[in-house]
């Protein structure tokens, strides 16, 4: 059964910075691509940032320059660091892996609130 918990939201000022954790039951090798998704208000849940089974990441055009999505191994760890963030990166912030037969899995959810 895999499992995904995120952690590190919370509420920052616009500018500041956060750094978001997703902690997988399983390998995370078992479990690529893996990344992060996000969900505003009123909004679609969209692609934030993905680590493909290549290892090489992917972005949102939204986000390129200002997040990094990064791998502990060993931890089994996913992390999304996110610098200059801006109201509209106000969402819940998912992570999500696929497994070897195509499930995709979902954390809880983590609150991130940007204030003006």
């Known amino acids: 059964q895999v499992q995904l918990v995120e952690s590190g939201g919370g509420l920052v000022q616009a500018g500041g910075s956060l750094r978001l954790s997703c902690a997988a039951s399983?390998?995370?090798?078992?479990?690529?691509?893996i990344g992060w998704y996000r969900q505003a208000p009123g909004k679609e849940r969209e692609l934030v940032a993905t680590i493909t089974s290549a290892g090489r990441p992917n972005y949102a055009d939204s986000v390129k320059g200002r997040f990094t999505v990064s791998t502990n191994n060993a931890k089994n760890t996913v992390y999304l660091q996110m610098n200059s963030l801006r109201p509209d990166d106000t969402a819940v912030y998912y992570c999500y892996g696929t497994d070897y037969v195509g499930n995709d899995h979902w954390g809880q959810g983590t609150q991130v609130t940007v204030s003006s």
């Open positions: 399983v390998s995370i090798f078992s479990i690529v691509p």
